[in-house]
């Protein structure tokens, strides 16, 4: 038996307990943040020695330089040929899927010519250099490569760095054959904060980047955030996230077992049913302890359920919305009669699954829409990971001559209105008399 809250928006505090089980505390505690802070501040003075030293300390690896920290890329041509048949054939068909999605975001330059000869455009530009973070060890997450190489190869992006730490030499060959199919340029085994270092700072051995993305433990992460500014990227990712919004004529064990597939990542996991219908929540409960013993990370999701999980009853699907849009999740799935008008009505969500067949597992290796969502309710105010994190935007401004006099006058006006007379003459020198 697991014991889950249960919450009823018709109670008078329900928006307050609401925000008690949402809350998580992403704040790295005082000592994670200074020793990321050593580690930043030596990797940028010393470069490759201090990477060295990190990665002996660290993941105990026995590397007397930071060519024995490089995979050469043949390496990764060799993994992909030794995985098993199904395994590389699943890599390559998620790949394509992957890749065929984000084509469709890639953004081109455009401009316009006013009636004066004015030309108005937006240039679009990959950025040079993006490093990739992976998890690495016993952790596998092919998955995770494809979903973040592969969008930045589609936006033109000239040199990936992947970096994968490998905790006593133990390289996972998925992660390598996924790297290989994803088209990653350089690969160093090295993780943790240093790994965030070195790219952002850049190293003797490994240049620069301009953005990293990837996910990564409360090292990484505070360090993703420690850099931010120096180099972009992509998100302080929390804690996975499911909420299922069901009308209760779904399997039970179906919906129990997509709780289950986000509870099982980590204790921390965070996993919300919303139903009208009071005897199917039960209904899933039972499926949920039934279930729970036949789980390999039953002690996770079991765990992860009792601390972080809730079970809301609505009065009716609208309402069931509207908590959904407040609470604005990872991954929301629609598991009703019309899951397309419903989507309509969702403003804050990560990814939408919409309709009973639709498991939210398959959202995470091979639909093709990206798994890199936004968590902890910032799907208020950002998006998934796209192409468009790998391309920037110029503005393209051709006054003519005709159209300095019209837009030179406008900005005398308001340049000297605001004080700033070297912005007015600048402007007013382009005037006719």
């Known amino acids: 038996m697991v014991d889950i809250k249960q919450l009823n928006t018709i109670d008078s505090d329900f928006w307050q307990q ?65 995985i098993p048949d199904e395994q590389r054939q699943a890599l390559q068909k998620a790949a394509d899927r992957v890749r065929s999605y984000h084509e469709h975001q890639k953004q081109d330059s455009w401009t316009y010519t006013e009636a004066d000869g004015t030309v108005l455009g937006q240039q679009i530009t990959a950025i040079d250099r993006a490093g990739l973070y992976v998890p690495g060890g016993k952790a596998a997450y092919p998955s995770s490569v494809l979903m973040n190489a592969i969008p930045a190869k589609v936006a033109g ?38 790994a965030v270092a070195a790219l952002a700072y850049g190293t003797e051995s490994i240049p620069q980047v301009d953005k990293i993305v990837g996910p990564g433990n409360i090292y990484v992460a505070t360090a993703k955030g420690m850099v931010f500014g120096t180099v972009g990227i992509d ?43 009071a005897d199917f929540l039960k209904q899933v409960k039972d499926a949920i302890d039934r279930l729970l013993p036949t789980m390999e990370r039953e002690s996770i999701i079991r765990t992860s359920l009792a601390d972080r999980a809730a079970f809301i009853q609505v009065k009716d699907l609208d309402e069931a919305v509207e908590v959904s849009n407040y609470i604005a999740p990872e991954h929301l799935e629609l598991s009703v009669e019309e899951p397309a008008a419903m989507a309509k009505k969702i403003r804050h969500a990560g990814a939408i699954f919409m309709g009973r067949y639709t498991a939210e597992a398959i959202g995470d290796y091979c639909a093709g829409p990206n798994h890199v969502l936004p968590t902890s309710r910032t799907a208020r105010f950002s998006s998934p990971l796209g192409v468009y994190d790998f391309q920037k935007r110029s ?34 020198y382009r005037l006719k008399d």
């Open 395 to 428: 503005s393209l401004i051709q006054v003519s001559e005709q159209g300095s006099q019209t837009l030179g006058q406008i900005a005398s006006v308001l340049a000297r209105g605001e004080g700033l007379t070297g912005h007015a003459r600048s402007a007013e």
């Open 235 to 277: 998100m302080i990712a929390g804690p996975s996230e499911i909420l299922v919004i069901c009308d209760g004529k779904t399997d039970p064990e179906w919906i129990a077992m997509d709780l289950f597939s986000q509870a099982e990542h980590d204790e921390d996991a965070q996993a919300i049913l919303i139903s009208q219908d």
């Open 157 to 194: 992006v000239a040199e990936l760095i992947m970096v994968v730490p490998t905790p006593d030499g133990e390289v996972n060959e998925l992660v390598l054959a996924a790297a290989a199919i994803a088209g990653v340029d350089r690969i160093f085994t090295i993780g943790g904060a240093q």
């Open 18 to 82: 609401l925000e008690k089980v949402l809350a998580w505390d992403a704040v790295s505690d005082t000592a994670v943040a200074d020793t990321v802070k050593n580690i930043l501040a030596q990797v940028k003075t010393d470069g490759d020695q201090a990477v060295l030293e990190f990665s002996r300390r660290f993941d105990r690896v026995e590397a007397q330089s930071m060519a024995d920290l490089e995979i050469p890329l043949s390496r990764t041509k060799a993994a992909l040929d030794s």
